[in-house]
């Protein structure tokens, strides 16, 4: 199968400070990749659609100027969470599907805490 | 907006059992996807659904994407310890990753009996 790789796996910053977090498709291009965030015990909450070479689209409630997306590549989408507060702490996943199927992938998600 | 109505919650298995879990939307998806995760890990897709009335097997698990695109269920047959985890559907309205998010019901949750 396709994968997904996200970097770092966990990271733990202070109040106030930004935190970038990588998503790479390794063995495929993907001129889309998605992130997600989950909060413990419930589901996967789209927040964005990354797209190469154009703007990200944000869904319903999710703060662009907060929440930065960046697909600098058609293998690399980046997401940098801004001036990071403890309600920021989440496990954010990124997806991607793979040219010519239907069916994404997911990364192995980021555990971001905020102190 | 678009919805997924998964049950049950959450289930307790013994090893041999056969599970069944299922997934109701009140729109129509063209894709249905079955996805299981681990703690602390991102979803591993298991079984992807393309046709109203596919039967698509993946070693014990079995899936079908529902006649009328409004639902599908997911069964595992003979189940194994490492079957524990949370199963989650989800369905995808557009044709194409680029065009259809996925929408994702809350999980199915497989717990090993006490």
């Known amino acids: 199968g396709a994968v997904v790789s996200q970097h770092p796996s966990w990271v733990i910053c202070k109040s106030g400070t930004s935190v970038k977090i990588e998503c790479r498709s390794l063995?495929?291009?993907?001129?889309?990749m998605f992130w997600y965030r989950q909060f413990p015990k419930q589901s996967l909450m789209l927040m964005a659609t990354?797209?190469?070479?154009?703007?990200?689209?944000?869904e319903q409630g999710v703060e662009k100027d907060k929440f930065l997306i960046n697909h600098a590549s058609l293998t690399l989408s980046t997401l940098t969470v801004t001036s990071a507060h403890p309600e920021d702490s989440s496990f954010y996943i990124c997806?991607?599907?793979?040219?010519?199927?239907?069916?994404?992938?997911f990364g192995p998600g980021t555990r971001l805490t905020v102190t | 907006g678009q919805q997924l109505n998964q049950s049950p919650q959450s289930m307790f298995i013994q090893e041999g059992e056969d599970v069944s879990m299922n997934c109701t939307s009140s729109?129509?998806?063209?894709?249905w996807l079955w996805y299981k995760q681990d703690p602390g890990e991102g979803p591993v897709l298991l079984i992807a659904?393309?046709?109203?009335?596919e039967l698509t097997s993946n070693g014990r698990l079995t899936a079908q994407f529902g006649i009328t695109r409004k639902d599908s269920f997911l069964n595992i047959s003979a189940s194994i310890p490492s079957d524990v985890g949370i199963y989650f559907c989800?369905?995808?309205?557009?044709?194409?990753?680029?065009?259809?998010?996925?929408?994702f019901g809350k999980g199915t949750k497989l717990s090993v009996k006490p």
């Open positions: 997806s991607a599907p793979k040219t010519g199927l239907l069916e994404q992938y």
């Open positions: 063995d495929f291009q993907a001129t889309t």
């Open positions: 990354s797209n190469e070479g154009s703007k990200a689209t944000y």
């Open positions: 729109s129509i998806f063209n894709t």
């Open positions: 659904l393309y046709k109203a009335g």
């Open positions: 989800a369905g995808q309205a557009g044709y194409g990753g680029s065009q259809g998010n996925l929408i």
